[in-house]
């Protein structure tokens, strides 16, 4: 167990794709003795065996992660390329523990359920899902700016495949918009790590990637670098934030850079559609956070206003656009802007109940939002269309369908005793502390969220049931009822009894908020700028 | 003050919750339908349990002395977060005082009769929809809901309740999907009552951050909010942009009163009402009569510390409640609809119990709470009954003659009617005269008109209950021949229920008579609700009446019901043909009034279409795909690739000598710029 | 002695002339012997560095690297006129306009 213990996030990071690959050099050597190669079916066991595998060590890291302790845990160093600071470093937080968790819980559900969705190149379906758990688990738990950057950029190629192969009628045009509209932010971002790798070295006299010094060490990281706020105009933290900012903007998505989701929600498969949702949109939050944040306090204090205006619209604009579409996944991809819209927000209070609602919505809206794909992918596998005046009266031949469509609905807007809750109530009410005027007109979105989740609830599975393939609808098999009971489990867990999640989230929020501020004054105490708008925070 | 911990009040919520998780896994993993045996016995059972475990602890509320009369039980906590002054810990945590007390008797007692009822009614097999079990799941997890919503020991939890008892309306309103207006019906009962949520969740947040730059710890519960109130009376807010500074206990005040609107179907809110009687019968008593509706006084009279120092604040409430008082009865008048009737009565007897509590009245709108979920439940149980018996009519142009065919049902309607219109010794008399007075002695302005609106509505909802009363049941059955044979009373099921509430409706009253007439009749302490109560509520400031003025009042409120009965006798019973030919000489009047003066259909207008037209034009074609995706990104795209067709390209000639050239050209330059 | 301007001039003016026929001749095998031109002109101008640096002191660079040079120019032709004889069994041409297949 020690071993074990020891290497844990190395082992989740790394065992999907070993088992791919794995999988992809038996088959291969099977190849050449002669034999037809490995078939599907023990791909796709093997891969689900695998990620089954991943969510318990998953569970073995949740429970190992102390609650009292802030800072990083489970930490792992390795020397990569030490000349120019480059390492495998490793470590989870409150923060990325729930995320990582959410990834191997989802990926499991997201295999079983495309069981029978998937048809054809299955091998290479299972070999890039796999690939993609690897470098989304990577990204959450690199603690090194080059090898997170590394697994951030990785991430986009099995995805761009998925969409690509597997995809509806327009696969190609949304997987090339999908991973050239990433790329345009991550490059510029990457500009960012660049000059900050030299600003390090100018401060420090070594080169080094890492974002913060490991635990035994006393070389300074790129925290410590004190990038400025006024000086050369690419140096400063306002332009560097906001080549951060753009890349991650890209990832949540905020308004207006959000028009790839539609996109690659709608053509991807029903599986890659989950991940997206549920993992990878996640990837922008989670980067803010981590990095956009602590790097530069100056200039996200300085600039949260306009995050917040951005974060606001993209609720109300998410929430109205998502209120006249036609076709289902079209709606749910636009609720998604409006759902991460509330992160935002939450993330930009910068108080501690802001943040942690932030987090846990972002558990949450892994959680919901990834139910709503599954069940539209279960309506298109039975009908092969997505569009609401397709359907009509389906609760009356899938009742129990109609039954986890309506939890899962009620999650998404935020009934209480549901996860969405918890979220909604914390960044409402964290927000509304420091921002009163923003949090309100974000509340609006409560009822628009209402309105548009249930006219299209009504609209599919209320009234008569005209069209006559509706009343031959198949309700659910056994294999689909677990899946679905499988993620309802955590929604009404998380809003019955958020306790255990809250708890792990809070002291590393705290702790980064404390930094945030700290730092921040610090910095503009050196620079003279900003120190009025710390002044007036609560 | 002691703390009174126990384990029971858990239990109240609890055992309808699993009812309805029992039922829900049934209703999923069994293939045929539960035996209706298994269902009755889960569902009324779990309700009549919670029904004697309130009355238990009614008992052992009681048993303690005034001033510390509460019970309180913790379970966890729910939502925590933050750490020291600013910490948030909403605990799932139970509070019974005499205020949740009297609610829960009443959500548990009236809800378990409406259960039995529902035995009787809901024989729905023949519908392509039909779901015995799946409508007792459903009202077990509304009951779980209103009890969370009484119970709750802090606003957070109180908005769990709020929020469910709008989800079970949902569920419950659009009970029978296959029509696809009860399904709308349903969807715009939850919408309009998530505008409400909205205000209320406002409220929440301006009483915390309140507290935040009060300095005190901050806190979400009733108790401790009442405690530290003293620290944000006087704080002031303003709006953004324009001047005046606004008292924040106002601000508040008018936050959750926004919900209460929506809750309780009060202007502007009100308008899912009328058309959650889409539901079935038992669904209209329960939710829309005798408890959900009734959330938003109970809100107020929790709050009450709040609101009697909030004097803007219980101005517009009792104002509020007092013209939707008038507005909705004006709209009664005219209907035709059984249920419809009384929809609007419900509207305007909620706006009583507010005209009372903005008045500071709280135990006279509590009272009246009381008495109204019996007679009103009395009431549309009795109009289900009616409805069983003319086969699913609903109209009551087409009924009368009632009388003779089903007269259990008759005698308990009327007893009703008689009760709603406030005759003594019935409830609504004594309910309705401790709301007048409370106006007629209040500090609001304009109060004696909020007095006289209160007494013309008392005449105009005897009149058009009367109206009722007569054209269903007296005069000439006006049913079609098949119908008139086939009219029998319904199951005992559906029947014997009404009884009981009658009894309540006629005997209710004897709660709350006035201390005068107690004095009169030598029985010491006859206004028993009253002083049940009144601890908890802030003690009025409220103008003294002499005994010979409340004796003046009591008898105008019974000459306005007479008043009312008098013309609807003459109307319906001595002339009939008189309503057809006045509402054909006030033609446009009459119409206004039939149309419920078009308010849908303005909002329809003024909100929905506008809003829904906007964002798909503005917001989807013209901003996103349009200027986002068409000009920035596609735009991008394209824009390139016209750099690179229409100009980039000729640079491959395909000729290795151009390149050469290039190439030369390029050397010499480099050359020159570092030869320099 | 021939002043060093003299020599450098002339390899200068046959450089030039060299260029010019590379990017002005349609003729493959003119191209070809402009090119060889062109690195003649630069051997002339090895060999006069080395001339006038000689007088230092025994150094052969220059010589070597003209050496160098003839042995590549001969490497070169062998493979252009490989390329050349390809040409015009594919094209039946040896017009350098012919083979522009590879433009956009």
């Known amino acids: 167990m020690g071993f074990f213990d020891q290497y844990l996030l190395t082992i989740l990071t790394f065992l999907p794709l070993g088992t791919a690959l794995g999988l992809f050099g038996s088959g291969a050597l099977a190849l050449a003795m002669g034999r037809s190669g490995l078939p599907p079916a023990l791909w796709r066991a093997v891969g689900l065996s695998s990620a089954g595998l991943n969510f318990l060590l998953s569970l073995r890291l949740f429970a190992a992660f102390d609650p009292t302790v802030t800072g990083m845990q489970m930490v792992e160093y390795g020397a990569w390329i030490p000349e120019y600071g480059i390492n495998y470093y490793v470590g989870v937080d409150g923060i990325s523990l729930l995320l990582v968790l959410l990834t191997t819980f989802l990926m499991p559900i997201v295999l079983l359920s495309s069981w029978t969705d998937i048809s054809r190149s299955i091998k290479s379906y299972i070999f890039f899902m796999l690939f993609l758990e690897t470098g989304m688990i990577g990204t959450f738990v690199a603690l090194n700016v080059f090898q997170f950057y590394v697994f951030w950029e990785v991430m986009l190629i099995p995805m761009y495949f998925i969409i690509g192969i597997w995809g509806g009628p327009r696969r190609i045009y949304a997987a090339v918009k999908f991973f050239l509209f990433t790329m345009v932010g991550s490059l510029l971002m990457l500009v960012a790590i660049l000059v900050i790798y030299y600003l390090s070295l100018e401060q420090t006299g070594t080169l080094n990637f890492d974002l913060l010094a490991p635990p035994w060490s006393e070389v300074p990281a790129l925290l410590d670098t004190v990038i400025p706020v006024e000086g050369v105009w690419w140096q400063t933290q306002y332009w560097l934030f906001a080549a951060f900012a753009l890349a991650f903007a890209i990832k949540v998505p905020m308004v207006p850079l959000h028009t790839w989701l539609p996109d690659a929600h709608v053509e991807a498969p029903t599986a890659g559609s989950v991940v997206l949702a549920g993992v990878l949109l996640k990837m922008g939050t989670y980067g803010f956070l981590r990095f956009a944040l602590p790097l530069f306090p100056v200039a996200a204090i300085d600039l949260t206003p306009w995050f917040l205006g951005l974060s606001v619209t993209g609720i109300i604009y998410g929430s109205l656009v998502a209120m006249i579409q036609a076709d289902i996944k079209k709606l749910v991809a636009y609720s998604s802007v409006a759902h991460l819209g509330f992160v935002m927000l939450g993330i930009f209070a910068l108080n501690v109940q802001g943040m942690n609602g932030a987090v846990l919505q972002m558990v949450n809206h892994g959680l919901s939002t990834g139910a709503l794909f599954l069940l539209v992918g279960m309506l298109y596998e039975r009908r092969h269309t997505r569009l609401i005046e397709n359907f009509g009266g389906v609760a009356r031949p899938m009742p129990v369908f109609a039954c986890f469509f309506g939890i899962v609905t009620m999650s998404s807007i935020g009934l209480p005793m549901l996860n969405g809750f918890v979220g909604e109530f914390l960044i409402l009410l964290g927000t509304f502390l420091v921002y009163p005027g923003w949090a309100a007109l974000a509340t609006s979105g409560v009822v628009l969220a209402a309105a548009y989740m249930l006219w299209m609830f009504r609209r599919v599975m209320f009234g008569p049931v005209d069209i006559e393939e509706n009343r031959k609808l198949i309700d659910l098999n056994p294999r689909e009822r677990l899946v679905l009971v499988a993620i309802v489990i955590p929604i009404i867990w998380i809003g019955v009894y958020p306790e255990p999640f809250l708890r792990r989230i809070e002291p590393s929020v705290s702790q980064l908020v404390e930094d945030v501020r700290s730092r921040a004054e610090d910095q503009a105490a050196i620079a003279l700028v900003g120190a009025d708008v710390l002044e007036e925070r609560p | ?676 | 002695m021939v002043p060093l301007d003299h020599v450098i001039g002339l390899s200068a003016i046959l450089f030039t002339i060299g260029t010019i026929g590379v990017v002005t001749r349609r003729n493959v095998i003119v191209i070809l012997m402009s090119i060889e031109l062109m690195l003649n002109a630069v051997n002339l101008a090895f060999v006069g560095f080395n001339r006038m640096s000689a007088s230092a002191g025994g150094q052969v660079d220059g010589h070597i690297f003209v050496l160098m040079v003839i042995t590549v120019a001969a490497a070169e032709v062998a493979v252009g006129l490989g390329i050349v004889i390809s040409m015009f069994r594919n094209r039946d041409s040896i017009n350098v306009e012919d083979v522009s297949l590879l433009k956009w």
């Open chain 2, 1 to 676: 003050m002691v703390n009174q911990q126990t384990e029971l009040l858990r239990w109240i919520p609890l055992l309808p919750l699993i009812a309805a998780a029992v039922h829900g896994v049934m209703i999923g993993l069994m293939r045929r339908s539960a035996p209706r045996w298994v269902v009755i016995a889960l569902s009324c059972g779990s309700v009549l349990l919670s029904f004697a475990l309130s009355c238990v602890a009614f008992v052992e509320l009681t048993a303690l002395p005034a001033e510390s009369r509460f019970l309180v039980d913790t379970l966890y906590t729910w939502i925590g977060a933050g750490i020291g002054e600013t910490r948030l810990a909403a605990d799932l945590a139970f509070r019974l005082d005499p205020l949740s007390a009297v609610m829960i008797l009443v959500v548990t007692g009236v809800g378990s009769l409406i259960h039995l009822y529902s035995i009787g009614y809901m024989d729905d097999d023949h519908r392509e929809d039909k779901g015995f079990q799946r409508f007792f799941c459903f009202l077990n997890l509304f009951t779980f809901s209103m009890l969370m919503l009484v119970l709750g020991d802090n606003l957070a939890l109180m908005f769990v309740g709020w929020e469910g008892v709008g989800l079970c309306s949902y569920l419950l309103i659009g009970f029978w999907y296959s029509d696809r207006f009860n399904a709308y019906c349903g969807s715009k009962a939850f919408i309009v009552n998530r505008i409400g949520d909205f205000g209320f969740l406002i409220g929440i947040f301006l009483l915390f951050r309140a507290f935040v730059e009060a300095g005190v710890p901050a806190t979400l519960s009733f108790s401790e909010i009442e405690r530290s109130f003293d620290a944000i009376r006087e704080l002031t807010l303003a709006a953004p942009f324009w001047g005046p500074e606004w008292r924040l206990v106002n601000v508040v005040g008018l936050c959750f009163f926004v919900g209460a609107c929506g809750k309780s179907a009060q202007i502007p809110l009100y308008v899912w009402l009328p058309d959650a009687m889409a539901g079935p019968t038992p669904v209209s008593a329960l939710i829309h009569a005798a408890t959900m509706v009734t959330a938003g006084v109970y809100m107020v009279c929790r709050l009450s510390f709040l609101y009697a120092d909030a004097e803007l604040a219980s101005a517009v409430v009792a104002w509020t409640g007092a013209l939707t008082a008038l507005f909705a009865a004006s709209i009664a008048i005219t209907q035709t609809d059984i249920k419809k009737v009384l929809a609007y009565s419900t509207v305007s007897q909620l706006g009583y119990m507010f005209l009372a509590a903005g008045c500071g009245g709280y135990t006279g709108a509590m009272f009246h709470l009381v008495t109204h979920a019996f007679f009103k439940a009395l009431l549309f149980l009795g109009a289900g009954s009616v409805i069983l018996a003319m086969h699913h009519e609903q109209d009551i142009e087409k009924m009368g003659g009632l009388w003779r065919r089903i007269r259990q049902t008759g005698v308990v309607f009327l007893v009703g009617v008689i009760a709603i219109a406030g005759v003594p010794p019935f409830s609504g008399f004594f309910s309705k005269d401790e709301i007048l007075v409370a106006a007629f002695t209040a500090h609001v302005p304009g109060h004696l008109w909020l007095y006289g609106i209160g007494l013309a509505t008392a005449a105009i909802t005897s009149f058009y209950m009367f109206r009722l009363f007569f054209k269903t049941f007296l005069g000439e059955c006006r049913a079609p021949a098949h119908v008139r044979d086939r009219v029998h009373e319904p199951s005992n099921w559906v029947v014997k229920p009404l009884w009981a509430l009658a009894l309540l409706s006629l005997i209710g009253g004897m709660i709350g008579i006035p201390q005068v007439y107690g004095d009169s009749l030598h029985v010491e302490s006859s206004h028993s609700l009253n002083n049940f109560l009144s601890p908890l509520f802030p003690a009025g400031a409220a103008h003294h009446l002499s005994h010979s003025t409340e004796v003046q009042m009591a008898l105008a409120a019974v000459g306005m019901a007479a008043l009312g009965w008098l013309v609807a006798w003459f109307l319906y019973l001595r002339r009939p043909e008189l309503p057809a030919r006045m509402a054909h000489s006030l033609g446009g009047l009459y119409r206004m009034l039939l149309n419920k003066y078009w308010i849908d259909e303005v909002y329809d207008a003024l909100i929905v279409r506008p809003l829904v037209r906007f964002s798909d034009v503005m917001l989807f074609r013209v901003v996103d795909a349009g200027a986002i995706d068409g000009i920035a990104v596609n735009g991008t795209a394209r824009g390139i690739r016209a750099l690179a067709d229409h100009g980039l390209k000729y640079l491959q000639s395909g000729l290795a000598q151009g390149y050469v050239f290039l190439m030369i050209v390029g050397t010499v330059a480099i050359l020159g710029y570092l030869l320099r």
